[in-house]
Nanobody, 125 residues
Framework: QVQLVESGGGLVQPGGSLRLSCVVSGRDLSDFIMGWFRQAPGKEREFTAA????????YYEESVKGRFTISRDNAKNTVWLHMSSLRPEDTAVYYC??????????????????WGLGTKVTVSS
């Protein structure tokens, strides 16, 4: 059984940084393309970032480019989302997700088979 567990969320001031972690168990991380999605209060869940098996290819939603960095360590079965220059509009529940196969768009929720329960990030002074 594949499980994804996120951690690292919390309250941070605007301009601050946080690093989210996602630990995958039940299968090797190298089996998956990994993504981060977020859902702000009252809004639909949206794509944030994704990384391919090797870590060579990374994808970002436009508003987080240059501020967020996705990375992975397959040996540790862990994916990270390092977030800096945080803004109030980054407030959301952040979800880690795992996608098998190399077809389909990494930005599409429906492409991901496994999801964590989320970790809440609040950006506020």
């Amino acid at each position: 059984q594949v499980q994804l567990v996120e951690s690292g969320g919390g309250l941070v001031q605007p301009g601050g940084s946080l690093r989210l972690s996602c630990v995958v168990s039940g299968r090797d991380l190298s089996d998956f393309i990994m993504g981060w999605f977020r859902q702000a209060p009252g809004k639909e869940r949206e794509f944030t970032a994704a990384i391919n098996w090797s870590g060579y290819n990374r994808y970002y939603e436009e508003s987080v480019k240059g501020r967020f960095t996705i990375s992975r360590d397959n040996a540790k079965n862990t994916v990270w989302l390092h977030m800096s220059s945080l803004r109030p509009e980054d407030t959301a529940v952040y979800y880690c997700a795992a996608k098998t196969g190399n077809t389909g768009l990494v930005t599409m929720e429906a492409e991901y088979s496994y999801w964590g329960l989320g970790t809440k990030v609040t950006v506020s002074s």
